[in-house]
């Protein structure tokens, strides 16, 4: 069975720090994606990031980077010089299986305080 | 490209009524996912419409129901209505290949009183 774990609940740092929400996951696929969602309080999902199992390529993206390491299963992602727009609830998720379903974690809830 | 887009965006309703949520995918997209988002459950799948057709469903019990049009809009409905059924629903849209991402609307916010 598939599963995503995303550890921390809540967390609150001042604006500017680093933060790194975990995920780790389980599968048995070896082909599968990963993706990073935030979702603001107005509701919506913003897809973040997305990467498949071939690629352990780390990435940044400005203030974004993501630490994919197969051989831990995990899927970190780092904000640094954190602000208080980041704050949201971040999903990590796993799409894959025979049924191509997509798991979501429960979600991380950032809170950046000024 | 408009996004996905759901109507309506506030719903109230009574235990036992029944209702239908709406979804716009993007355009050329075909596949249309549903999700329940409680604070208690978090993100649960519902189902997955694919050119018309159910390619997948989650644990739900069959008060709720969705179909796909031929223009890959997607409703979703969810009969005899209970307080528990009091979430945020969200649609999601992808092109349906292997390698593509989905991409979710603003959600549906239904109370059940």
């Known amino acids: 069975a598939q599963k995503v774990t995303q550890a921390q609940t809540e967390i609150s740092v001042v604006e500017k720090e680093d933060v790194t929400l975990d995920c780790v996951y389980e599968?048995?696929?070896?082909?599968?994606?990963l993706f990073w969602y935030k979702q603001p309080p107005s509701g919506e999902l913003v897809f973040l990031i997305r990467r498949n199992s071939f690629d352990e390529q780390n990435e940044i993206s400005g203030r974004y980077s993501w630490n994919f390491q197969k051989s831990t299963s995990s899927f970190n992602f780092t904000i640094t010089a954190s602000q208080v727009v980041d704050s949201a609830v971040y999903f990590c998720?796993?799409?894959?299986?025979?049924?191509?379903?997509?798991?979501f974690g429960k979600g991380t809830r950032l809170h950046i305080l000024p | 490209k408009a996004g996905v887009t759901q109507t309506p965006r506030y719903l109230i309703k009574t235990r036992g009524q029944q209702v239908t949520l709406s979804c716009s995918p993007i355009s050329g997209h075909r596949s249309v996912s549903w999700y329940q988002q409680t604070p208690g459950q978090g993100l649960q799948f519902l189902f997955e419409?694919?050119?018309?057709?159910?390619?997948n469903k989650g644990n739900f019990p069959g008060r709720f129901s969705g179909r796909q049009f031929s223009n890959s809009r997607s409703e979703m409905n969810v009969s005899t209505l209970e307080l528990g059924d009091s979430a945020l629903y969200l649609c999601?849209?992808?092109?349906?290949?292997?390698?593509?991402?989905?991409?979710f609307g603003p959600g549906t916010r239904l109370t059940v009183l």
């Open positions: 419409y694919f050119s018309e057709t159910q390619r």
């Open positions: 999601a849209s992808r092109t349906g290949e292997d390698t593509d991402t989905q991409y």
């Open positions: 998720a796993l799409r894959g299986g025979r049924d191509d379903k997509i798991i």
């Open positions: 599968t048995r696929d070896t082909t599968y994606y």
